[in-house]
């Protein structure tokens, strides 16, 4: 997640905190915004990135099946606006399609993290950083050695250009020092640069472009990140660089909060080593960050938290689907006195860590599961039909008066009907269920609800088309607009979620 200086929260969501001004997930602050004027439909948690609204027609879903028209179903959505008679008539003239043997059988519309053309590494090479008195220090060695050389790291980073991570023996520094009892992010950033500078003094190997300094602070160190105590916020790590000879040096912290266990900090560590990799530099050259402009809605749903590993923590969060995994390996035989691996007793068997899925574009577009690796069983949700260009108000979170998204325009007072398509990745073995929720359900959406909605069928199969009816009964004024949210639940209990802005304006 981006705070004011990249800062990450990974691991379970602890502690998060929904507030009114849609700030930084976490109990962070929205980080600050381009200088340029270039991204006047960003908020200030989103450095520049093209937000205006492409054609209304180009993120539409588009049914598979022929026998299933777009047209029809958005036509037979009571024409756009409507009153908030839902007769048997105007039931009747509705498109609700029809189960299908294609998958899936409408075009997801969902969104890609985009590339800003910032450096990627190709060959990130991991330094595992730990105190005295860890008591995992072996295994952490070891899983920095092994998480850039399998396929979980393949499926995760391959699409964005990031080769294999290499690591060993000369990778692993155990400092001589005491951990530091109070220490705070920028002095960390300073130690750390200095360290870098004196490296051959403090036993750290040379830093380079490609390298990942990994600190897994001490259960002991209480670390505050923008200024307040990282563990009371729920931040289980985060990533920067520092400036060293003019070169951009990535670095990756990892808290491990009292009472914090080995797969904590596997899993943290996993969400920013990929990201470090995927977007090292993301303050002043950002890489892959940010939906697309026509994604604001998911932006929102994600309170502006939207690196690749971002994605998945949040979106398919632990009431969501599977979005951590364990990751298994077989370990090296000892090579002798050099240590082939990192000692882990037995050699040369399997060891596994947990780790966070992260976010694939690639899956996401080919209408999977956008959380990769991928999970096991089919994946299933709903796409909106018909959306349009629509404007939200995002000064009341330090963002443009006039952001320009895809969604649904309903004036205060009105009510509008749209149809939503059924789809999945394969057969699901039977119908799964849709239900609206206004915010965040992850968040526990919002105190004092603006609209009212109905869905006319609330299950359905690949191919099946339902229609949301929403009535906007007071206009929140965070962004003269309502973030709705389509949650789909498998029987066999996963689940997506569907964010769609409603704009008042």
Same mark, same amino acid.
């Given at each position: 997640m981006r705070w004011t200086r990249v800062v990450e929260r990974c691991g379970a969501l602890v502690g998060l905190v929904a507030v009114a001004g849609l700030a930084a997930a976490c109990g962070g602050v929205a980080s600050e !915004?381009?200088?340029? !004027?270039?991204?006047?439909?960003?908020?200030?948690?989103k450095p520049a990135h093209d937000s205006g609204a492409r054609d209304a027609g180009h993120a539409d879903a588009t049914p598979v099946d022929s026998g299933k028209a777009k047209?029809?179903?958005?036509?037979?959505?009571?024409? !756009?606006?409507?009153?908030?008679?839902?007769?048997?008539?105007?039931?009747?003239?509705?498109?609700?399609?029809?189960?299908?043997?294609?998958?899936?059988a409408f075009t997801p519309d969902v969104p890609q993290v985009q590339n800003n053309g910032g450096v990627v590494l190709t060959s990130p090479e991991i330094v595992t950083i730990t105190w005295p008195g860890e008591a995992n220090a072996a295994a952490l060695e070891a899983f920095g050695?092994?998480?850039?050389?399998?396929?979980?790291?393949?499926?995760?980073?391959?699409e964005y250009g990031v080769g294999p991570a290499t690591s060993g023996p000369a990778n692993h520094v155990r400092l001589a020092e005491q951990p530091i009892a109070q220490w705070s992010d920028s002095a960390l950033a300073a130690w750390l640069a200095d360290h870098a500078t004196n490296y051959a003094k403090y036993g750290l190997p040379a830093p380079t472009p490609q390298t990942i300094y990994t600190l897994y602070l001490s259960t002991s160190t209480s670390l505050t990140v923008s200024g307040t105590d990282g563990c009371q916020q729920g931040v289980g790590g985060y990533h920067e660089t520092f400036v060293l000879g003019g070169a951009q040096i990535p670095y990756a912290v990892v808290l491990q909060c009292r009472g914090a266990q080995l797969n904590?900090?596997?899993?943290?560590?996993s969400h920013e080593l990929i990201e470090a990799a995927t977007d090292p530099q993301a303050t002043n050259s950002p890489a892959y960050i940010y939906f697309d402009g026509d994604h604001l809605a998911w932006d929102v749903f994600q309170q502006f938290q939207d690196e690749v590993g971002d994605a998945c923590e949040f979106y398919f969060g632990p009431t969501?689907?599977?979005?951590?995994?364990?990751?298994?390996?077989?370990?090296?035989?000892?090579? !002798?006195?050099d240590g082939g691996d990192a000692g882990l007793v037995p050699d040369a068997g399997t060891v596994s860590y947990n780790v966070q899925r992260t976010w694939s574009n690639l899956a996401a577009a080919a209408g999977h599961n956008p959380c990769v690796p991928a999970v096991t069983g089919p994946y299933a949700s709903v796409t909106p039909l018909g959306m349009e260009t629509v404007t939200m108000n995002l000064t009341g979170i330090g963002g443009s008066a006039s952001a320009k998204s895809l969604g649904y325009r309903i004036l205060k007072g009105e009510t509008r009907t749209f149809a939503v398509g059924f789809h999945s990745d394969g057969p699901t073995g039977g119908p799964w269920t849709i239900s609206a929720r206004e915010g965040n359900p992850l968040m526990g959406g919002v105190s004092s609800p603006h609209i009212t909605t109905t869905i006319d069928t609330p299950s359905g199969q690949n191919g099946d088309i339902a229609y949301v009816t929403v009535t906007v009964e007071a206009v929140d004024t965070t962004m003269d607009g309502e973030l709705l949210t389509i949650v789909s639940q498998l029987s066999t209990g996963g689940r997506a979620f569907l964010p769609i802005l409603i704009s008042n304006q």
């Open positions: !915004g381009p200088a340029d !004027g270039s991204t006047a439909d960003a908020v200030s948690a047209d029809a179903a958005v036509e037979a959505a009571d024409g !756009g606006k409507a009153d908030a008679e839902t007769d048997g008539a105007a039931d009747a003239a509705r498109d609700h399609g029809g189960v299908s043997s294609i998958y899936p050695d092994d998480i850039g050389r399998g396929p979980y790291w393949a499926a995760t980073t391959k904590d900090a596997t899993s943290s560590a969501g689907s599977f979005y951590m995994q364990p990751f298994s390996v077989v370990e090296e035989a000892d090579a !002798g006195a």
